[in-house]
């Protein structure tokens, strides 16, 4: 097959979260079966720099970045406007055999959407969390937006793919055919024995006898750290050994959680260290006792609480970025977004802290080996291009 990828962001852009990393699996995966794969993304990569070449070949995959319009529109507010994207869409679109999208609601998304149909090529779309709405006027304009082109798209897309029976609930309450829908867990390769020991207790300047919780996230709003404090907040009181390690960087919500926590920042039960990537990341999860996150919207599954969980540590998550099984499996919580649910997930994961971590480990193993995933999205790509070419 030859399959396009049009997404706001790619490889090495890791600042912008799970997605870059997923669909990176996947291109990378699909030309690792034989597939020709192709990449339309933006050059985004941090607040400061942009991505670049403009062109380039990594792995088997055809890369092209388009210039946005503004770095600092994309970093600050996830709006992407990538010059000369639509005019080689609508060029290059009838030479793929499928598009694939990430994202309800971009530019990217929509002109993919309007030249799949121009053009007459089946689209897939990964939601990854973005489909539910928000509350007051942003709320209102999304209602608009998803009436004028995101229920239309799911209606006619060839292949949706879910992370979680949640999500999957959510494009059908949007207008998708139920044919179309798709459960697809994350992809992930399993990391070994981190290069570097002692990272997280050196950064957060830990002591030998300190238990770590980790939170590992944007520090926003959205993501619920406040709520993660509040919840752990007699444990750290009653357990001076006991420490939250916050990892992120502040999309401006740490002012209002040191302000309202100051007193659990000046007996050092929280500490605050800024983002990790690539490596370090890997290094930090795997020295953590238990990895936390209680995010506020539905973003379904957390790839940062998934990467704990490969490395062997324990998670708690709310629903709201829910790992299918992890509860049953035994390495882990997925809780509601109540206080003392966390809390008691988080005491249990604690004294259960090397047990829970093999069942976590394991667990990933099972349901998210990059290879078994890929061979699955694989085989629904198949499926969903078959059906349309057999269409009427």
């Known amino acids: 097959m030859r399959i396009l990828q049009v997404t706001p962001y790619f490889l090495p852009a890791w600042a912008y979260g799970g997605p870059p990393r997923v669909m990176w699996e996947y291109a990378s995966g699909l030309a690792r079966l034989g597939h020709e ?4 993304t933006t050059d985004v990569l941090d607040a400061d720099e942009r991505a670049g070449p403009a062109r380039e070949r990594l792995e088997g995959v055809e890369v092209r970045r388009f210039a946005n319009v503004s770095n600092t529109l994309a970093w600050r507010a996830k709006k992407y406007l990538p010059r000369g994207l639509l005019p080689a869409l609508l060029r290059d679109a009838r030479s793929f055999d499928a598009i694939h999208v990430t994202d309800a609601r971009t530019f990217l998304t929509a002109a993919a959407y309007g030249t799949a149909r121009l053009r007459d090529v089946p689209l897939c779309l990964s939601a990854h969390g973005s489909l539910p709405g928000s509350a007051g006027l942003r709320g209102k304009l999304k209602r608009l937006y998803d009436r004028a082109l995101v229920g239309p798209m ?4 060839a292949l949706l793919l879910a992370q979680t029976d949640h999500e999957a609930r959510l494009y059908l309450e949007a207008g998708a055919r139920p044919e179309t829908v798709r459960l697809l867990p994350l992809p992930l390769e399993l990391p070994g024995v981190p290069a570097e020991q002692g ?3 050196r950064r957060a300047q830990l002591s030998d006898g300190a238990r770590a919780l980790l939170f590992l996230g944007r520090i926003h709003r959205l993501k619920g750290l406040d709520l993660l ?11 001076e050994s006991l420490v939250l390690v916050v990892v992120g960087r502040d999309d401006g919500h740490w002012d209002e959680v040191s302000n309202r926590f100051s007193h659990l920042l000046d007996r050092g039960s929280v500490r605050f260290i800024g983002p990790l990537y690539g490596e370090e990341r ?10 936390c996150l209680t995010p506020r919207h539905w973003e379904e599954t957390s790839l940062a ?3 704990a969980a490969a490395c062997g540590t324990p998670v708690v998550v709310s629903e709201q970025a829910e790992i299918p099984g992890l509860t049953e499996s035994g390495g882990g919580f997925v809780v509601p977004l109540e206080r003392d649910s966390i809390r008691a997930a988080v005491e249990t994961a604690l004294a259960r802290s090397q047990e829970m971590g093999a069942r976590a480990r394991e667990h990933v193993e099972r349901r998210h080996a990059k290879e078994a ?3 699955r999205l694989e085989a629904y790509l198949l499926e969903a291009t078959a059906a349309e070419r057999s269409a009427p």
Not at 154 to 157: G, N, S, Y
Request: charged residues 25%.
């Open 282 to 291: 890997f290094a930090a999860y795997a020295e953590a006792d238990v990895f």
């Open 37 to 40: 794969v192709t990449v339309f």
């Open 199 to 201: 990272l997280l207790r």
């Open 229 to 239: 404090v509040e919840a752990v907040e007699p444990l750290l009181v009653d357990d």
């Open 154 to 157: 799911l209606e006619r897309a």
């Open 373 to 375: 995933v890929v061979a």
């Open 305 to 307: 609480a998934l990467e």
